[in-house]
């Protein structure tokens, strides 16, 4: 059974910077399309990006674009997120997301498995 588990996540001031990491096991790593989703108390969740097979393919949601990088390390079977100029709104618990067929990039568009998720907290 995969499994997933995120880490990373912490309290960080504004315009600071986090990486997450997310760690499958119990499947072939480099046969998930990998994605990031976020989700804050009486909200729905919400899709931050996604990246393919190969990690060649990365995609962003509007809100992140520019500020995020999404990247894989396959023989590792390790997926990252490296986080920079941080602001309140991407407060949230964030969530790993394993997809056999398609790349995560949507909030509509999601895999059978998810991590326990690691919380971040910015404060402004």
């Known amino acids: 059974q995969v499994q997933l588990v995120e880490s990373g996540g912490g309290l960080v001031q504004a315009g600071g910077s986090l990486t997450l990491s997310c760690v499958l096991s119990?499947?072939?790593?480099?046969?998930?399309?990998m994605g990031w989703f976020r989700q804050v108390p009486g909200k729905e969740r919400e899709w931050v990006a996604g990246?393919?097979?190969?990690?060649?393919?990365?995609y962003y949601a509007e809100a992140v674009r520019g500020r995020f990088t999404i990247s894989r390390d396959n023989p590792g079977k390790t997926l990252y997120l490296q986080m920079m100029s941080l602001n309140s709104e991407d407060t949230g618990v964030y969530y790993c997301n394993a997809d056999e067929w398609e790349v995560q990039r949507s909030s509509r568009t999601y895999g059978l498995f998810w991590g326990q998720g690691t919380p971040v907290t910015v404060s402004s």
């Open positions: 119990g499947g072939t790593f480099n046969t998930y399309c």
């Open positions: 990246i393919n097979w190969s990690g060649r393919e990365a």
